[in-house]
């Protein structure tokens, strides 16, 4: 199937580009919108909200675990939204790394059988339950939620070099938002 878009008076008939012409339409190729390059429309939200809903995720998450021990203590905080504004601008996501160890109750192996089984009760999606692509080939969940489409990460440093003790390392990341007008991203960070 060839088709056929006029840039001025000139005709494009390859058929390498017409994928990407049927995709992103005649007139917007190489000239795509934020929307297009994000797959999505990002919800204009404050930071702090956005901020309180992952600390609230990671959270969550913890209790899901079902163990007790050290908890790192960093909050969510601003980061870049990559695809469409790495100078934060317009556009910001959230992002929690934390990590729990020094277990008191429980193991780390039941903390992530316990997500297992949870995580899809409390509708999250597995997308990856299998090891890192590391040399240590540690334990890894990946999921993402299927309401707020917030992602995580979840894995199990049983090996570590040195004489590093295990933890569970997790990763919270939010979708693209948009900054409220007048909002300044950057002094969030």
């Given at each position: 199937m060839a088709v056929a878009c006029r840039f001025g008076s000139l005709p494009v008939l390859s058929t390498v580009v017409v994928a990407s012409l049927v995709l992103a339409?005649?007139?917007?190729?190489?000239?795509?919108?934020?929307?297009?390059?994000?797959?999505?429309?990002?919800?204009?939200?404050?930071?702090?909200?956005?901020?309180?809903?992952?600390?609230?995720?990671?959270?969550?998450?913890?209790?899901?675990?079902g163990v007790k021990g050290k908890v790192t203590e960093p909050s969510a905080a601003v980061n870049f939204c990559e695809t469409v504004d790495p100078d934060l601008q317009k556009y910001y996501a959230i992002h929690h790394p934390w990590s729990v160890y020094d277990l008191e109750a429980g193991t780390f192996g039941q903390a992530m059988e316990n997500l297992r089984r949870a995580l899809p009760e409390h509708g999250w999606k597995i997308t990856k339950d299998g090891e890192t692509n590391s040399?240590?080939?540690?334990?890894?969940?990946?999921?993402?939620?299927?309401k707020s489409r917030h992602t995580i990460t979840v894995e199990w440093a049983k090996e570590r070099s040195g004489d590093l003790k295990q933890i569970i390392a997790v990763d919270v990341s939010s979708r693209c938002?948009?900054?409220?007008?007048?909002?300044?991203?950057?002094?969030?960070?």
């Open positions: 339409g005649c007139g917007s190729v190489g000239n795509r919108s934020d929307e297009e390059k994000l797959g999505y429309k990002p919800q204009e939200r404050e930071i702090q909200s956005a901020k309180d809903q992952v600390n609230d995720i990671s959270s969550r998450l913890l209790d899901l675990m040399i240590a080939r540690n334990p890894e969940i990946i999921a993402v939620n299927k938002y948009r900054a409220p007008e007048g909002t300044d991203i950057s002094e969030e960070k």
